[in-house]
């Protein structure tokens, strides 16, 4: 049985990939800090594999620990090696994911996202695992007017955030050229995962203020905002609000096994590969579905364009479709449906 490494595990994408792979029968070892999650969730994945599924399934373990603590990954990786039960392949989604706070304290962003990624790398390097899919992002894009952006659209990141994961890719490119008999190389490039698992006991779990659509729209249906600000309403779309395109996050999920399984299948390689719909709806559609599915309130009000903003980002995602043998199932009936499940849980659970 292979052993993956999944770092920040224990986050929104990352729990329910683990959880996506253990139903798969492969066995998991989380690292995760706990800084933008909670160990509750290692249970809920538990309970999760145990209740909802199979007998095959896969083991699941933790380890509280922030990947830049070099020494500590190093021992993780020998001890695994020294009980005959190597870490084969990484999935690596620790990182932070703020635009608004990578702008306020770029020093945080680079030091978390970039030197956790060389400790990762350093040790997998020395203990041979060679193997790795990367939680890149289409912030690495230039924004753009108009059409689908395909993997080989411009890329230029305009914050510190799209900046970290552009290095990352390129680190990653370094490390394949330096020995192209050894490495294997995944950068999925999501663009913007929502929803939850259909249980509603897993999902997105947001510290402070949210900056991305779907979780706003819960802290206007929970009280704790007032309203949604919509940022202009004179983009060139058909309402004349910003178009994106909403991947859910079993979807996103089901990639990741995908990517495994490809880089298993496959020489050595380098890739990079969108993982979104290449169907793209605005914000005013969003509110009119999230609020008539779920039967809620949703008050909205516009205020202007915001810097960097970009009228529609839409995934081109033939290459996803034609190398990884994965599809979208979804739609975005159920994203709205699943996020609100999730979203009634947590607040069951406040009370
Ligand atoms: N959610 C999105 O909209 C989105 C879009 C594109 C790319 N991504 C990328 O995907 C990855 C996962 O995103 P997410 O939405 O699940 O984020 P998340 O914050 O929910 O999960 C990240 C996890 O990593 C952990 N972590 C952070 N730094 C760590 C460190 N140094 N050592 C160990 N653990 C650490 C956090 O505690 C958290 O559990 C991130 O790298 C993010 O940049 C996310």
Redesign the pocket.
Known sequence: MSLVLI?????????HTCLSLLTKGLDVLI???????SKE?FLNIKNLVKNNYKPQVGKVFFLK????NNKWLDEIFKKQISIDNPIDSVI??????SVEESVLNPIKYWD??IN?TLSLLSSMEKFNCNSIVF?????IYKPVYEGRITENSLKEPINP?GNT?NTIETFLKDLYISDKKKWKIINL?????VGAHESGKIG??TVGKPS?LFPILGKVISGEMENLSIFGKDWPTKDGTCVRDYIHVMDLAEAHFSALQFLKNNPTQFKSINIGTGKGYTVLEIVEKYSKLNNVDIPYKFSDRRSGDASSVVADNTLALELLNWKPQKNIEDCCVDSYRFLLNKLSKIK
């Open positions: 770092t920040g595990g224990l986050g929104f994408i990352g729990s690292i995760d800090s706990l800084v933008n999650s969730n620990g922030d990947l830049r690596h989604f620790a990182g932070l994911k978390a996202n956790s939680s890149s992002s289409a912030t955030y994961k490039r999501y663009f913007n995962p997105e779990e991305n």
